[in-house]
């Protein structure tokens, strides 16, 4: 087998990423929830994951996915919260994963499918760490929610992938 090196290019590459979802993690901590509904994200941090999904491939944006709750959740966070955004992490980059491989979906409705499997993920975590399932009901909800700024991202991280390939920063 092969041995790769990281060459300081591609090191700085992934340590701007983890910083820019940190960065945008926790803006969206300080933005209130929309339209009273608790637990509504925008979901900023998956723009970063789609751009690594797209320019990286499947093992550098869950490597970013994972390294960005862990870090988000020792700093910002408590162990609940860690549990709820590893099921809801988890989940939506094996279904993003799972759907661009296929190469039938566009960037756009894997984007979707990533937000609402996050609050699908998020809500299973729920009923396990409070044992009852009458919360499931709320999963509705999210799935508006979640498709929405599925939508939104989709596009934005469209627009971005386009834009960061004429800058070549996508070059390995």
Do not use: D
Not at 116 to 132: E, F
């Amino acid at each position: 087998m092969k041995k790769q090196t990281i060459t300081t290019k591609t090191l700085a590459f992934y340590a701007l990423m983890i910083a820019l979802a940190m960065i945008l993690s926790y803006l969206e901590m300080l933005v209130p929830p929309f339209f009273a509904i608790p637990g509504m994200k925008l979901g900023l941090t998956n723009l970063v994951v789609l751009i690594m999904l797209y320019s990286r491939g499947a093992k550098s944006a869950m490597f970013i996915n994972l390294v960005r709750i862990l870090l988000v959740s020792l700093l910002f966070g408590s162990g609940v919260s860690f549990i709820y955004s590893l099921a809801g992490g988890l989940l939506s980059g094996l279904v993003m994963i799972l759907l661009k491989r296929t190469g039938k979906f566009s960037i756009v409705a894997v984007s979707i499918a990533g937000g609402v499997s996050h609050n699908i993920g998020q809500i299973l975590a729920a009923v396990l760490l409070l044992n009852t399932t009458s919360i499931a009901w709320y999963l509705v909800i999210l799935w508006f929610t979640g498709t929405a700024s599925g939508a939104v991202i989709g596009i934005l991280g469209g627009i971005l992938c386009k834009k960061l390939q004429n800058a070549r920063l996508f070059e390995k």
